[in-house]
């Protein structure tokens, strides 16, 4: 069974720093894509930014909001996904949920993991 | 980047009932558009992606439809499970975007 479990999350204060996992079980990690999406309390979605294979490069992208702050990256070998959040901010405050980016009849994003809260406040 | 505007934002409707969810996107996207269902507490689920394709295990009531700026989600006949928020998604460029939801109740 495909599995993401995120961990990390906590309250911590503006300017601050957390540094975010998910760990991943189930499927070829090193193979996979993978994407951090986060959700403000009682609002909508938005993605974060992606990271993809080591064969792909390792590329990463990031929405504009967090670009400069935040780092996604990965370790293989521990089947993990990390997301650095630098310089927080309190609109920084939401749910974050790291997702596997699938393909077929284009990239979707399945599962996605339980999510963790990420408090930014003074 | 691509905006997605969904409506309606909410929708009050009753088990049996039809309903219908519209997604449009600012620009062509093809046929990339997903659509996840989320409830309260949990994480987002795939249940439809490139704008038909059924995940395997939804139930066949849900359906998806449309291209290049306007997309649909369609459930035939409501189920009291199926109370949630539902988001379309795009894929076809990035910054993925998400429409704001449409929260049905």
């Known amino acids: 069974e495909v599995q993401l479990v995120e961990s990390g999350g906590g309250l911590v204060k503006p300017g601050g720093s957390l540094r975010l996992s998910c760990a991943a079980s189930g499927f070829a990690f090193s193979n996979a894509w993978m994407t951090w999406v986060r959700q403000a309390p009682g609002k909508g979605l938005e993605w974060v930014g992606r990271i993809k294979t080591k064969t792909d490069g390792a590329t990463t992208d990031y929405a504009a909001p967090v670009k400069g702050r935040f780092t996604i990256s990965r370790d293989d070998s521990k089947n993990t996904l990390y997301l650095q959040m630098d310089g927080l901010k309190t609109e920084d405050t939401a749910v974050y949920y790291c997702?596997?980016?699938?393909?077929?009849?284009?990239?979707?994003?399945?599962?996605w993991g339980q999510g963790t809260l990420v408090a930014v406040s003074s | 980047d691509t905006q997605m505007t969904q409506s309606p934002s909410s929708l009050s409707a009753s088990v049996g009932d039809r309903v219908t969810i519209t997604c449009r996107a600012s620009q062509s996207i093809s046929r990339y558009l997903n659509w996840y269902q989320q409830k309260p507490g949990k994480a987002p689920n795939l249940l439809i992606s490139g704008a038909s394709s059924l995940k395997s295990g939804v139930p066949s009531r849900f359906s998806g439809s449309g291209s290049g700026t306007d997309f649909t989600l369609t459930i035939s006949s409501l189920q009291p499970e199926d109370f949630a928020t539902y988001y379309c998604q795009q894929s076809n460029s990035l910054p993925i975007t998400f429409g704001q939801g449409t929260r049905l109740e």
């Open positions: 997702a596997l980016r699938g393909y077929s009849n284009g990239p979707w994003f399945d599962p």
